[in-house]
């Protein structure tokens, strides 16, 4: 088993550069691709710019997710990004550190699950660096486009808009609930009768079309739900100065997560308030403009209100983080 | 002394978003800058994108540098491929990694010196993350225009083309070799008799701007100089498929170098041409075509005839890296 160590710096880009290359030939907007100095992507536009790091051990593990789905989860995490401001994904760098006895085909793999989550967003990796680092270290940076609407800020939030949610949460947090269950000792077989909530934690899926949807839909304020959405409507509310509320029982749930709360024994409402790393989108609407298949969850109030969940402050659902338990 | 542990990582990410914010003011090319999911670059053209990560302990030591220069290198490092391309730098986003037990002035050291660095290119630090990882890494992610101009790869380079260099080489290796020789014992008085040497190596000033003044030039090929004048040459022929020969008397070498060599008993021309991290630009361009300051250090040959310096095949000069030996 050959390590990256043994194989080089510049033979292993050679190999990324290739990987790259192999999903290339239809995109006009990348000028010059991977394997140059840097790479050019033709524009006409804002450029919408995010990035994100993802630590082994920290952030994700190898032995609770295969390197495809590492590596695909860290370009959900910064597209979502991109989604959150109303744009387009268009392409990516990425950053691999990894320590030298690093096998090969683990890096390899990795880089397969970017390269691929990047092109099911219809984007592009356009290039990236290699580094010897004591754990293995993802930083993606996205670049997107907003085909001609107005970003969507944080601050942007008006007295009396409805609150909404892209999609179902809880579900990465109840996925590593299982799998951290499992470690210290619960019955095995809770994987695989939980494994659709594994997979929500393994590799969220966030339907990302929804961010610039939402931007035309005219959204006065977005961001994606990676803290929790406890913690989002913190930030909204600390950006916007106003009151953000959540009905809890509004908060759409997967299937599967009360049976299995039922069983751990913990309430499913604080996977779906606290639980992070969902990647879905919560947004702010004037009255009446929710766009189809979002959800509303609660309201934007008064000046100087704060953030609240069923009318009460927030207290210790705020700051529980799906990552701080492993 | 406040960690980084203890403040956390919304914390410490308002105190970056407020010394990004402080010098923000001039800059109309930024619809959304740092603070909210993503940040917002206006743009009318190509967009020119690289990224580069440096690792504590491999690419930089706390003991040889300041925190100010470390996060100011990481960004020379970054914007020289952009320049590269023959681009100017218009922004960038920067991934902090650090242990919890990381003080606090210390991360906003290396914060305050890419900020810094960033408008000394006339660009903008447009947001970032910060994780928790077991050693410092910081991957910086440039973002850069063309103002019209052709991007200029690594492969253009046509025979009979004169080769050029923006500036010196050799003294970022040199810089290196002092500090290591004080490490094993030398007189720490080196330090200081070579003290422009050293400074080379904490903190490379490269003359960005001729990267988009060679591509008004017509600059057939170009690229940085970071793994060494040799192993960029290897790249450059590799990547023509031409004969790239450098004349090693031609290299321009800083004050100092030569009299440093002699007193450690190395070769100069070594350092000149395999010595990394000097960050100066290389570039072929027709005869005649050589912009001011550019120094001529060689020429494109034909086809399948590889890289070499003064007319022999690079040997053991390629490989050699400034941090193979730390």
Redesign the interface.
Known sequence: MQTVGEVGERAMIALFTAAAAERDDADGDV??GS?????????????????????AG??FRFDWSTPEQIGARAVVQSA???A??G?SLS?L???I?CPPQTPVDRVLALNEGMVAQTHRFGGRV????L?????V?L?V????S?DGVA?V???GARSGDELAVSGRLGGAAAGLAVLSAVEHGADPALEQRFSPLVERYRLPQPDLTQGPIAARAGAHA???ISDGLVEEIVTMADASGLGVDVDSAAVPRPDGLDALAAELGVDPIRWALAGGEDHELLAAFAPGTVPAGWAVVGTVGRRGDGPTVDGRPVGDLRGWQSFSET
Chains 1, 2 share one sequence.
């Open positions: 000028v010059i394997g140059d100095d840097a790479a050019v992507l033709a524009g006409a536009g804002p450029v919408v710019v995010s990035t994100d790091t993802a630590v920290r952030h979502a990004d991109i959150a401001m744009g392409g760098v990425v950053s550190g356009l290039g990236g660096d580094v010897s680092a004591p754990v270290v930083t940076t996205s670049l997107g907003l970003p800020t944080l601050s977005m961001t994606d």
